[in-house]
T-cell receptor
Framework: GESVGLHLPTLSVQEGDNSIINCAYSNSASDYFIWYKQESGKGPQFIIDIRSNMDKRQGQRVTVLLNKTVKHLSLQIAATQPGDSAVYFCAEKKANAGGTSYGKLTFGQGTILTVHP | NAGVMQNPRHLVRRRGQEARLRCSPMKGHSHVYWYRQLPEEGLKFMVYLQKENIIDESGMPKERFSAEFPKEGPSILRIQQVVRGDSAAYFC?????????????FGPGTRLTVT
């Protein structure tokens, strides 16, 4: 079936290290991907997105890489800080037939990132 | 610019009661999505609405659940005759016209507990 999943459910890093969170997706029809950060008791917070016609996109301290050949998405966080500790979700949007483009998202299970000072 | 607002933040209901969850989208957004999150799981799509229209309700349970987004006022997710399995966090997200941007902005969620 169609799914978005993560390779590692937990990731622990030291402050200042770089973090890499991975995500596998199975739907080759997906045309848009987003990474969200969710802190305890809060709603998901947008981090960065990428469209399927790109393979890399950079933001402030974050980079998303998309490998469509192996259906793999990753989030790289540079110089990880304790405030980055949260659950990280990847989500995909499937391209819709008929030209419609509404943004129903399919979420992965999530990776817990813990940053130790 | 206020973000997506949801209320109540916490809701406790006894089995058989009704739960009404409200969502006010960001200013200028006319597209609303509802998602449900069980503990230690990702968000699951429930329904997508535009003003006065349900666009996609493929994730909604067939019974007891309904959603609306009237011309005036917030979007409402209504759960009738709640059962313990309805206990979850319910998140609302809004977006501008998805033809321009796919980005969805999430509210803080309503945590429903059914006792």
């Amino acid at each position: 079936g169609e799914s978005v999943g993560l390779h590692l459910p937990t990731l622990s890093v030291q402050e200042g290290d770089n973090s890499i969170i991975n995500c596998a997706y199975s739907n080759s029809a997906s045309d848009y991907f987003i990474w969200y950060k969710q802190e305890s008791g809060k709603g998901p917070q947008f981090i960065i997105d990428i469209r399927s016609n790109m393979d890399k996109r950079q933001g402030q301290r974050v980079t998303v890489l998309l490998n469509k050949t192996v259906k793999h998405l990753s989030l790289q966080i540079a110089a990880t800080q304790p405030g980055d500790s949260a659950v990280y979700f990847c989500a995909e949007k499937k391209a819709n037939a008929g030209g419609t483009s509404y943004g129903k998202l399919t979420f992965g299970q999530g990776t817990i990132l813990t940053v130790h000072p | 610019n206020a973000g997506v607002m949801q209320n109540p933040r916490h809701l406790v209901r006894r089995r058989g009661q009704e739960a009404r969850l409200r969502c006010s989208p960001m200013k200028g957004h006319s597209h609303v999505y509802w998602y449900r999150q069980l503990p230690e799981e990702g968000l699951k799509f429930m329904v997508y609405l535009q003003k006065e229209n349900i666009i996609d309700e493929s994730g909604m349970p067939k019974e007891r659940f309904s959603a609306e987004f009237p011309k005036e006022g917030p979007s409402i997710l209504r759960i009738q005759q709640v059962v313990r399995g309805d206990s979850a966090a319910y998140f609302c997200a809004s977006s501008p016209n998805p033809s321009w941007s796919y980005e969805q902005y999430f509210g803080p969620g309503t945590r429903l507990t059914v006792t």
